[in-house]
């Protein structure tokens, strides 16, 4: 029997783009998800942002009889996840074309416009590891340290290193350089399943307890590095001083004790005595005679007191150059909500339904009206979803020349 409006409602659709969504996510799938289960639980389905308890940083220190020991910071922070984003497919049908099976209508039309939102969401998670302040560098031909180095990173960082947890997503040029490499596809290496599956599927697998994934969402260049601070000549003030006492949770501090007039650049990273976060510079900034106000993520996790010591990353001729940017991560250090659309508009000219999968929380809205003039059934899939930066020390940026790594 012939196809008829009727097979083919808002609700098919959300759930055909539902499926579609979850097989097309890439980091998204490997990030911290759950966050949206205490905001769209019944009854509190309010509200733009999630608030997630982040954890304090605390080192154990000796107790002195009679004396103790000193009282650290208590930092746990409250980081927002805003759900602000907003995102749309939208595209039409004529009733012939509706009239088709329903295989063609998914494989033809809604695939790609899930695609099309799982992609912009992967890319926006991507763009966080910008604010990610620890940083590793590929160079020379494709090797193992290609992951042993960055990984090293992270451990140094004290990064939990539990298994399933750890990824790498790396652009398509190093991803044919990984594929050449007999750790990904020999045999004798990666036995006989790991073999087959890199050589007919071109799937990575897992090495040294990472697991490595190619999008190109990381084909992304990093600007060349220009500031004076951190010249691989020497050029600036690589030291300087926290000029009066700050408290912890700021994202602002004032330098001096420099002496010269010389420019920090977005991406800058520095460290502060006694605390061993990296944190990363967010913005532009000129320091005269060795001082100014600098403005970076995250917010310090400690208190600093007046003079403490600054000490920003040198960087040599390689790191300064433009770089494409790859990640390795664990999977809390960023974090990934939706948020379930209204259906308040159903029956009052479009049919709505959302959906939202009670395992993953991902959730999907389907809007469907019909033109009789020009017997075109307009659809619409959106998404509502917001992404934050939970813990940058949990995440670094592995950055390559583009000259490293053969091109896409």
């Known amino acids: 029997m012939a196809n008829i409006l009727g097979n083919y409602n808002p609700t098919f659709f959300a759930n055909e783009a539902l499926i579609q969504l979850y097989k097309a996510l890439g980091m998204a799938g490997r990030v911290h998800r759950g966050a949206e289960i205490e905001r769209n639980t019944s009854g509190r389905e309010l509200g733009d942002e999630i608030n997630i308890r982040r954890p304090s940083h605390f080192t154990a220190q000796t107790h002195v009889p009679n004396t103790g020991s000193t009282a650290q910071d208590v ?10 984003q907003w ?7 004529n009733d012939q074309e509706l009239a088709y099976s329903s295989e063609r209508i998914i494989t033809e039309h809604i695939a790609p416009a899930a695609y099309a939102l799982a992609d912009k969401i992967d890319a926006d998670l991507h763009d966080l590891g910008s604010t990610v302040g620890p940083k590793a560098f590929i160079s020379g031909s494709a090797s193992t340290s290609w992951i042993t180095n960055p990984r090293k990173v992270l451990r140094n960082n004290e990064v ?12 398509s040029g190093v991803e044919a350089a990984f594929l050449d490499l007999n750790i990904f596809h020999s045999a004798d290496t990666t036995g006989q399943g790991g073999n087959t599956d890199s050589l007919m599927n071109g799937s990575l697998g897992s090495r040294f307890g990472v697991e490595v ?22 050029s600036g003030d690589e030291v300087l001083a926290v000029d009066g006492a700050v408290a912890a949770n700021v994202n602002q501090i004032l330098l001096k004790d420099g002496t010269l007039v010389q420019t920090l650049q977005i991406g800058d990273t520095f460290t502060v005595a006694g605390d061993p976060t990296t944190y990363i510079l967010t913005a532009n900034t000129t320091l005269a005679a060795g ?11 400690k208190s600093a007191g007046d003079s403490a010591v600054i000490v920003f990353n040198n960087l040599n001729a390689i790191e300064e150059a433009s770089n494409l940017r790859n990640l390795m991560f664990h999977r809390n250090a960023f974090a990934l909500a939706f948020a379930p659309l209204p259906s308040t508009g ?4 479009a049919d709505i339904t959302t959906v939202t999968d009670p395992v993953t929380g991902l959730s999907v809205r389907a809007r469907m009206w019909y033109d009789g003039d020009t017997a075109k059934n307009s659809i619409a899939l959106d998404v509502l979803y917001g992404n934050q930066v939970l ?18």
């Open 213 to 234: 994934f190619a999008t190109q969402n990381a084909d992304v260049a990093g600007p060349t590095m220009t500031s004076t601070a951190t010249a691989s000549d020497g």
């Open 75 to 84: 930092v746990g922070q409250n980081v927002q996840i805003k759900l602000d």
């Open 160 to 171: 939990p290193m539990t298994p399933g947890m750890l990824h790498y997503l790396v652009d």
């Open 87 to 93: 995102k749309e497919v939208k595209f039409s049908l």
């Open 291 to 301: 001082a100014g106000t600098v403005t970076f993520y995250p917010a310090l996790r």
């Open 346 to 349: 159903d029956g009052k000219g």
């Open 391 to 408: 813990d940058p020390m949990l995440a670094t940026q592995v950055r390559r020349a583009a000259t490293v790594a053969p091109a896409a």
